[in-house]
């Protein structure tokens, strides 16, 4: 089985900083897809960014952008320029290929950005 | 844009109760989810349907029942209520096609359900 590992329960920021969120997982797996999923305070959840783990390049969706070791089954996100908005719960998250729908998800980092 | 909505935001019950939590998404996705989330344990599926009258179960099925009579909506019953379901549930809908689990969840604003 899957197992998915977010070892930061909480961590925090200056505004304007960078900051990364680490995330490890577990399968036996060759094809999957990797997902870091944002949960603003009393907002709906949203996607941040997902990686395909066939891909050798790094995801990067604006400010938003992944390190993806897929030998070392690592997975980090990292938030540039963090802004007041940032704060939230991120989540990481696995699915498979080919196979059942489902995610397994990590327990979560929240993450507060200071001004 | 995807809508997902659910029922209720906050809920309270008392044990013993039927409770239900329902979910309507407005994309006509095939697959749906209820999650529970818990500080800590990050979220855990409890059922998924992948088509109307399809369900499976989760990692946490035990207590809970789903029923998807209607390909829109997918609603999760506590069929008697007990004060360790107290948490936040949280409905997922997925479109289908060949690489179904690389599509966005589009995830509805959860109901914080309290049984007391």
């Known amino acids: 089985a899957q197992t998915v590992t977010q070892s930061q329960p909480e961590m925090s920021v200056q505004e304007a900083e960078t900051v990364t969120l680490s995330c490890t997982y577990d399968?036996?797996?060759?094809?999957?897809?990797l997902f870091w999923y944002k949960q603003p305070p009393s907002r709906q959840m949203i996607l941040v960014i997902r990686?395909?783990?066939?891909?050798?390049q790094n995801a990067t969706e604006n400010r938003f952008s992944v390190n993806f070791q897929k030998a070392a089954k690592s997975f980090s996100l990292k938030i540039s320029d963090s802004q007041l908005g940032d704060t939230a719960m991120y989540f990481c998250?696995?699915?498979?290929?080919?196979?059942?729908?489902?995610?397994?998800f990590g327990k979560g980092t929240k993450l507060t950005v200071n001004p | 844009d995807v809508k997902v909505t659910q029922s209720s935001r906050y809920l309270v019950k008392r044990t013993g109760e039927k409770v239900f939590l329902e979910c309507v998404q407005d994309?006509?996705?095939?697959?749906m989810f209820w999650y529970r989330q818990d500080p800590g344990l990050g979220l855990r599926l409890i059922y998924f349907s992948y088509d109307v009258k399809m369900k499976e179960k989760g990692d946490i099925p035990e207590g809970y029942s789903v029923s998807r009579e209607k390909k829109e909506r997918f609603s999760l019953i506590l069929e008697s209520a007990s004060t360790n379901q107290t948490s936040m549930y949280l409905c997922a809908t997925i479109a289908g096609g060949a690489r179904v689990s690389y599509n966005e969840q589009f995830f509805g604003p959860g109901t914080r359900l309290t049984v007391l």
């Open positions: 399968t036996s797996e060759n094809n999957y897809y």
């Open positions: 998250a696995f699915g498979t290929q080919g196979g059942s729908e489902k995610l397994v």
């Open positions: 994309m006509d996705h095939e697959n």
């Open positions: 990686q395909e783990a066939y891909k050798q």
